[in-house]
């Protein structure tokens, strides 16, 4: 840069000196780092060039090293009774910003986890030239347990600070559920499903006007079992897996139960050691519904059967009487001891 008399600043001092004075030319260089704003940022050094001059004050060569918020190198020179002074101001600035910190613009979503773009801004200090400015930005990607964002701030003289990470934790993927699905028997029903490897967190839900929590744990299960059930009857289930972000995944089942099943019925009475068979007859009411000859001082009766040319069922909760007595010989000989054993009993369901 150099630094020379105005026009103006000539004619004042030639008409302020006698009238066959001639005025010393004064011109300056100054050299150094250029930065912002008319700062240096490195030494500076200036250097006077003189012309006519017989005497001089303070032209010497100066090199300032120092931070110096302004400070006016003047040079005077005489010729004769003639004065001329020059000055040249420098402001050097050699010092980064410090005491750099950032910080985001809300608290995490979930525990030390952002689920969403969090802006966040960079702010320091400094001492000399001011904070001209500091890095924002909005962070948004990619997913990570420990992203490292970075930003800076910038001087007025352009001098920058080391870059500083703002460590966050950031995840907006839910995980991964599959394989959601329920095998149900008349009261009971199993759920399964399979997690992704980020899953926390695991809840099973059976839905309806009074919702039932049948898990809420670690996802490292996979199955869950509810017990509670009516037979022939439709239920959903969701099961919902979190990560550690609170991120969740929901996906759904539903599944019907098959009617309830009919206890078996089994009747037994006292063995005759003579008889060849026996007879049961099973009543419904006032109406014969089955007629057996077993070998054996037992029966088993099935849930359905065929009799007199018709199909009998067991009805739930209808009650049943029987019969049993003692064959001997050919069954064609209709030959019957008295009655063995008979009862009553309720057809249940499991």
Not at 240 to 248: C, K, L, P, R, S
Request: charged share 15%; proline share 6%; aromatic share 8%.
């Amino acid at each position: 840069m150099r630094r020379v008399l105005t026009a103006t600043l000539v004619a004042a001092l030639l008409t302020a000196a006698p009238a066959l004075a001639t005025l010393p030319i004064i011109d300056s260089t100054v050299t150094g780092p250029a930065g912002d704003n008319g700062w240096y940022v490195g030494p500076v050094t200036v250097k006077w060039t003189l012309l006519n001059e017989t005497a001089s004050l303070g032209c010497d060569t100066q090199t300032l090293t120092a931070d110096t918020a302004g400070t006016e190198i003047m040079c005077t020179a005489w010729n004769g009774a003639a004065q001329v002074t020059a000055s040249v101001p420098v402001r050097i600035d050699q010092t980064a910003p410090a005491g750099v910190t950032a910080a985001a613009a809300r608290a995490p979503d979930a525990g030390s986890w952002f689920t969403a773009p969090v802006a966040i801004a960079w702010s320091g200090k400094d001492a000399l030239s001011g904070i001209a400015s500091c890095t924002t930005l909005t962070y948004a990607g990619p997913d990570a347990a420990g992203a490292s964002p970075t930003g800076t701030c910038r001087d007025l003289a352009g001098n920058v600070s080391a870059p500083l990470v703002f460590a966050l934790n950031y995840d907006t993927t839910p995980p991964a559920l599959d394989g959601v699905a329920v095998t149900a028997a008349t009261r009971r029903a199993d759920i399964h499903w399979s997690a992704g490897a980020d899953a926390v967190r695991v809840t099973v839900v059976r839905d309806g006007t009074a919702p039932r929590t049948l898990a809420d744990g670690p996802a490292t299960s996979g199955s869950a079992a509810d017990s509670e059930l009516a037979p022939a009857s439709t239920y959903t289930w969701t099961v919902t897996a979190f990560d550690a972000a609170g991120n969740a995944t929901v996906r759904s089942a539903t599944a019907t139960t098959p009617p309830a099943a009919l206890q078996p019925v089994r009747l037994r009475w006292r063995s005759v050691r003579a008889a060849d068979y026996y007879n049961v007859q099973v009543f419904r009411g006032k109406r014969k519904v089955l007629s057996a000859w077993p070998e054996h001082p037992r029966f088993r009766l099935a849930r359905s059967w065929r009799f007199h040319g018709r199909t009998h069922r067991l009805t739930a909760g209808a009650t049943y009487r029987w019969y049993a007595w003692a064959g001997f010989g050919a069954r064609s000989a209709h030959r019957y001891g008295p009655l063995l054993a008979h009862g009553r009993f309720r057809a249940k369901t499991d």
